[in-house]
């Protein structure tokens, strides 16, 4: 479990828009700070609870993303992926980090999330880089290498650019049928409480989806400037539209039985809800049918519950993975615990 927040701002001067968004998220629980460490659960008996708890890795910096190749532990900081030897069983990793490549951080890291996923023959990751603003009003030299997909050779750290004009993409995962990498991706703030929607696609090499010149496919954003008709004529649309500011993060295709044969190739997202948004949206884990590598039907509530009477939210969920059981885990960042899904006992 990796234990984070943002890093501590370099930003000067944020201005009064920024300091407003922060109030709103310190009172949805988003404001503490980072742990800088990732923690070790392990359920040893297998009944769906861990037993034991161990500080695994420390003094990292802003971690996210985690993926293991062979013995190989690779941590996706804020600014950077590092690895780290690691042999099975093991539940504390002293070493020092071997540094892999850099990834866009600097003084504003508007989005500071960085995911890794490994392809099947482990000798590639996918990273995600958000957006260093809401439309590029911080200029668009700020936004190398963001808004994106990276390729990273964990060998050499040599990266390129795997698909762009993604504004904050966040879950990576594979799905079984097509073997294409799909990725969540939450949109840009500030036209109101139906637009414009968060996403699920599958990500096309070299593809380019939009932000921040317009959104879903070709609709144009007249408040960029200046426009850029030529990527928006090339913009893809994007496969499942997930809901305006429901912030969804996790995503985990489904391919074990314990859950039952409904769900099977299916996608879990874990929506994280929205901070900006009248009335709420997200705060939940849905499921998304899938048919033949696509999605296939309405989005289905798996875990709910996380807003309260008041309108307070008791919990956010963010990463959603599925145990070595079957069962979906789901990580909530304002009730600091870890939830699983499984079957009704009967």
Request: hydrophobic share 35%; glycine share 12%.
């Amino acid at each position: 479990v990796a234990e984070s927040n943002a890093p501590e701002s370099e930003k000067p001067n944020a201005g009064i828009k920024d300091w407003i968004k922060g109030l709103v998220m310190k009172r949805a629980g988003a404001a503490v700070p980072s742990a800088d460490r990732i923690t070790l659960l392990r359920d040893e008996d297998g009944d769906g609870v861990a037993e034991t708890r161990h500080v695994f890795l420390e003094d990292l910096h802003s971690p996210f993303g985690m993926a293991l190749i062979g013995n190989d532990f690779y941590v996706a900081n804020a600014d950077a992926i590092v690895s780290f030897p690691y042999e099975e069983g093991q539940t504390q990793i002293t070493a020092e980090p071997q540094h892999i490549a850099d990834l866009p951080g600097g003084p504003i890291n508007h989005h500071w999330t960085k995911n890794i996923i490994a392809n099947d023959e482990g000798t590639l990751l996918y990273a995600t880089v958000g957006s260093n603003s809401n439309i590029g009003e911080n200029g668009m030299e700020n936004e190398e290498n963001r808004a994106a997909i990276l390729e990273v050779n964990p060998d050499t750290g040599e990266k390129r650019l795997f698909a762009s004009g993604l504004r904050n993409p966040n879950g990576l995962a594979w799905q079984p049928q097509s073997g294409e990498l799909w990725t969540t991706v939450n949109e840009r703030d500030e036209i109101g409480s139906d637009l414009v929607p968060d996403y699920m696609t599958s990500v096309q090499d070299g593809g380019f989806y939009g932000w921040p010149y317009s959104y879903y496919g070709q609709t144009v954003d007249t408040r960029v400037e200046p426009p850029r008709p030529d990527l928006v004529e090339k913009a893809i649309k994007p496969d499942y539209a997930l809901g305006a500011h429901t912030a969804s993060l996790g995503l985990a295709f489904y391919k074990a039985d314990l859950l039952g044969a409904q769900y099977q190739n299916g996608a879990f997202v874990g929506q994280h809800g929205s901070w900006n948004r009248k009335p709420l949206s997200g705060y939940k884990v849905i499921f998304v049918p899938f048919k033949e590598g696509e999605p296939d039907g309405m989005p289905q509530d798996i875990l709910t519950g996380f807003v309260d009477g008041n309108g307070d939210a008791m919990g956010r969920p963010v990463g959603v993975v599925v145990d070595k059981q079957g069962g979906i885990l789901v990580a909530d960042d304002v009730g600091n615990i870890v939830w699983r899904v499984s079957p009704k006992a009967d």
